[in-house]
């Protein structure tokens, strides 16, 4: 009990890692369950405590002492997951918290200096003044008021809760009866990870692909197949949530999504028990990864291109098809790092945290995941680097956000064209290509700032350099460069859509011959043609 009171305490949600370290020492006791060292990088690892931690989600160490009769001892010192009150604290101030056992007092501290939950500054004797005490025959009159009086508060608290759990079963009853929009149903759906999803003792954990800032993705087995398994911490429940809920649409299968497995629950090792979705396997990792390892030919460039833009049309694409229902999805994080390669050597969209399900002209089924969206839930997006001019200066029409929001995806799909067109040697200057760059990694660096993006995409309107060879590759003269500069326009209503990008691609990879420019010349080629999308659809995959 002691352990479950110690963790619950001190695990409010988490927060982004702050930029410095706060260095703390580490102890916990052998009878404690459950562990703070997922809180914190724990430095030297030779036996015998204590131990030093550097915090990476607070500024904040933490201690637990259990005082009895005799003496105080130590149970739990670490960092905690977030900067709360009492935090400022330079020194440890124990608070009683609570009686694990009779005749004893657990106390807890909160500090914000390097080492600070070392030692206390002071802790009462069992039984004084303003302490609470479980001390029998000992105890006085005083404490038995004021323990009176906090198992009356405790009752009240409790009381209020109930009180709440049934209104909240009301207002839901009577909005189904009346046919309104039922409350918004965050804090029920968060028994799903604990109650509702199974546990699978043959899922297997192995070794760790990627990090990110809602969840941690391994590399794993299930009934001896390889798997990806993407585990989210309970603070990341409604990240985990959106997410399944998308997956497990019944309409949401195509080659060119990461299909969904299943959702489960668990942790490797004695880790606390997190939300896991559980996905196919792509060995070749993410789009990013394999265009920092590999050039392509053309074949494979178009090949990686056309999928690409075919999954992005399907998940855009509102419809129904064997009797399912798929409504319109918008991705809002489209990047390099979360398209997947086949083993094909075409993409896989993945990462559907973000996405939101759009408005549409048929009416959907129940079961299909829509919430109400305010203004600031439709201009969230994900990675700066590839989200929209509207999305940067916050003009994203919210009138027609549906529209808007497939609009800003394709933005975000020409910069992809872009990073897999520059590492295709066929189309370089040279036949060389460059080490992989991701889009505006050449004008901007790494790490760019919103405001650097903001004054690069909106401000000067520029976009990535694309080399004057890419022009006349082509049988269509500036086809390549047509294209893109459709699908980046600072006019979102100028962009072609997902679909007519993948029509356009097609159409260009039917081209037998091409037309190199003549070496040096970098204004050689034909004016860029200006014909519309073809009205009619072109072939679902070009010859390659």
């Known amino acids: 009990m002691l352990g479950t009171l110690g963790l619950w305490v001190l695990l409010p949600a988490a927060v982004q ?24 990088e724990l430095l030297g690892a030779g036996p015998g405590p204590p131990r030093v931690i550097h915090c990476l989600y607070s500024h904040c160490c933490f201690g637990i002492w259990n005082l009895t009769q005799d003496q105080a001892q130590v149970e739990m010192q670490g960092c905690r997951d977030s900067d709360e009150p009492g935090c400022e604290s330079p020194d440890c101030d124990p608070t009683p918290r609570a009686h694990p056992s009779p005749g004893s007092i657990l106390f807890t501290c909160s500090c914000g200096t390097d080492f600070c939950n070392a030692n206390y500054s002071h ?40 009180g709440n759990i049934i209104l ?5 009853k009577a909005c189904r009866v009346q046919g309104g929009p039922e409350p918004e149903p965050e804090p029920d759906l968060g028994r799903d990870w604990s109650e509702e999803l199974p546990e699978l003792p043959e899922l297997c954990f192995s070794q760790v692909l990627w990090e990110g800032g809602h969840a941690v993705v391994w590399a794993g087995r299930l009934r001896g197949e390889p798997v990806a398994i993407k585990a989210f911490p309970p603070r990341a429940a409604a990240q985990f949530r959106t997410e399944r809920a998308l997956y497990e649409l019944p309409g949401l299968k195509h080659e060119h999504i990461v299909r969904f497995i299943t959702a489960s629950r668990g942790s490797p090792g004695p880790l606390p028990c997190e939300l896991l979705l559980v996905l196919e396997l792509y060995p070749k990792g993410s789009l990013c990864h394999y265009l920092t390892q590999h050039t392509s030919d053309w074949a494979n460039s178009l090949r990686m291109a056309l999928s690409l833009a075919q999954g992005l049309a399907f998940l855009h694409e509102e419809r129904w098809q064997d009797g399912q229902y798929k409504p319109g999805i918008a991705h809002r994080d489209l990047s390099s790092q979360n398209v997947l390669i086949r083993e094909d050597g075409s993409c896989a969209i993945g990462d559907l945290g973000l996405a939101l399900v759009l408005p549409g002209l048929t009416q959907p089924p129940a079961w299909v995941p829509t919430q109400l969206q305010g203004p600031a839930a439709i201009m969230e997006a994900g990675t700066q680097r590839y989200m929209a001019p509207e999305l940067l200066d916050k003009t994203l029409d919210l009138q027609n956000w549906g529209t808007a929001l497939r609009r800003a995806d394709v933005y975000s799909l020409a910069l992809l064209l872009w990073e897999i067109l520059s590492r295709c040697p066929d189309i370089q200057p040279d036949s060389r290509s460059s080490p992989f760059q991701l889009a505006y990694e050449a004008e901007l660096g790494s790490t760019p700032t919103t405001c650097e993006l903001w004054a690069l995409a909106v401000e000067e309107r520029r976009r990535p350099y694309i080399p004057s060879t890419w022009c006349c590759f082509t049988a269509e003269p500036g086809g390549l460069r047509e294209l893109l500069e459709d699908c ?7 962009r072609l859509t997902a679909e007519c990008v993948h029509q356009r691609l097609a159409t260009l990879g039917h081209s037998q011959e091409t037309y190199p420019c003549p070496e040096g010349c970098p204004h050689s080629c034909l004016p860029l043609c200006q014909e519309d999308c073809p009205s009619t659809p072109a072939p679902r995959h070009a010859p390659l």
Not at 168 to 172: I, K
Not at 488 to 494: G, K, L, S, T, V
Request: charged share 15%; glycine share 10%.
């Open 17 to 40: 890692a702050p930029p410095s370290r706060r260095a703390c020492v580490f102890f916990e006791a052998l009878r404690v369950r459950g562990s703070t060292k997922a809180l914190g």
């Open 488 to 494: 980046w326009d600072a006019d979102p209503e100028a």
């Open 123 to 162: 802790l009462p004797p069992p039984g004084s003044a303003g302490t609470p005490s479980h001390q029998g025959p000992h105890t006085t009159s005083g404490g038995s008021i004021w323990m009176a009086l906090v198992l009356l508060g405790l009752f009240l608290v409790l009381l209020l809760m109930l």
């Open 168 to 172: 909240s079963l009301l207002q839901r």
